[in-house]
């Protein structure tokens, strides 16, 4: 119930609403209106974007949705430090790269939880509505692709036999096809330090430097550790969720035409930076 006291100023017009909340002077002003906690984040129309295909209306639906959106967000997100930490990288601001690329981490950490929620969904529930999708499919996510060109992984294949792109996807894949990815800025930080990494071999001798000497190289080798770091927090995300598609939808296809589990599985041993990983034989 609300109380004298919380409602004392109460005004209409736009006016502030005080208050007393223990002893402490509350105001909810909106000061004239000009920006609210809803107008700011656009929730309007953010949460006019779940629409569902399903008729009569699956339950479950909003679930998938939900979930499949807000890891179209956080992609956006990742993208944003991903490239920023690649820039830091250039820039020589090593201990920036690196704090860039630590969120990075708590972001993907978050991406393999989300899991935990799809996964409350039966196979029989996904059922009700899976037919709908098609041929939509998760290997359509142009920001996904993204992060994996931006990483290393590039495939300049996905962007010709991908049909359903827009002029603006195409665009974006390009660009990201043809700029520096995290390692060509790695390589970058490597030379800065001094270390020729022309070929395999001076690669080799240049990390195996740095490993064996964190005390001249210390900010190198921590980016070299978040570089890898990221390589395989990508690697559980993509094992989590092929085991998920296992249990949801066993061996059937995939909804967009690709072979479903039998794809991903293909993918899981993909490695962002096979160089780091090589270097742990000879440490």
């Known amino acids: 119930m609300t109380s004298a006291s919380e409602t004392e100023g109460a005004g209409t017009g736009g006016e502030a609403v005080t208050g007393r909340w223990d002893g402490v002077d509350v105001n909810f002003g ?15 129309l953010l949460l006019d974007q779940q629409r569902l295909e399903s008729d009569p209306p699956a339950h479950d639906e909003l679930l998938f949705i939900t979930i499949h959106q807000v890891y179209e967000l956080w992609f956006k997100q990742v993208l944003h430090e991903l490239t920023a930490s690649r820039d830091a990288m250039l820039a020589g601001e090593l201990w920036l790269a690196q704090h860039l690329l630590r969120r990075v981490h708590t972001i993907e950490r978050t991406l393999t939880q989300q899991v935990d929620i799809l996964e409350t969904m039966t196979p ?5 509505f899976r037919h709908r999708l ?31 792109l827009s002029e603006d996807e195409k665009v974006r894949l390009q660009r990201r096809l043809e700029e520096p990815t995290l390692w060509e800025a790695f390589l970058v930080v490597l030379k800065n330090a001094g270390f020729s990494v022309g070929s395999d071999e001076d690669l080799r001798k240049a990390l195996q430097t740095v490993a064996n000497d ?19 927090l990508a690697a559980a995300w993509r094992a989590r969720h092929v085991v998920m598609v ?4 066993g061996t059937k296809p995939g909804t967009g035409g690709s072979s479903g589990a039998g794809y991903l599985r293909s993918r899981l041993d993909l490695r962002y930076y096979p160089d780091l990983w090589h270097l742990r034989t000879s440490l």
Request: aromatic share 14%; no cysteine.
């Open 246 to 249: 296992e249990r949801m939808i």
């Open 30 to 44: 909106e000061e004239g209106g000009r920006l609210t906690y809803g107008s700011y984040l656009r929730l309007g």
């Open 124 to 128: 029989q529930d996904f059922g009700e």
């Open 214 to 232: 964190r005390a001249q190289y210390a900010a190198t080798w921590e980016l070299a550790e978040a570089l890898l770091q990221h390589d395989e």
């Open 134 to 164: 098609s041929p939509a499919s998760g290997f359509q996510s142009v920001q996904f692709r993204e992060i994996e060109f931006l990483s290393g992984a590039k495939d300049p294949s996905f962007v010709k036999r991908f049909r359903g």
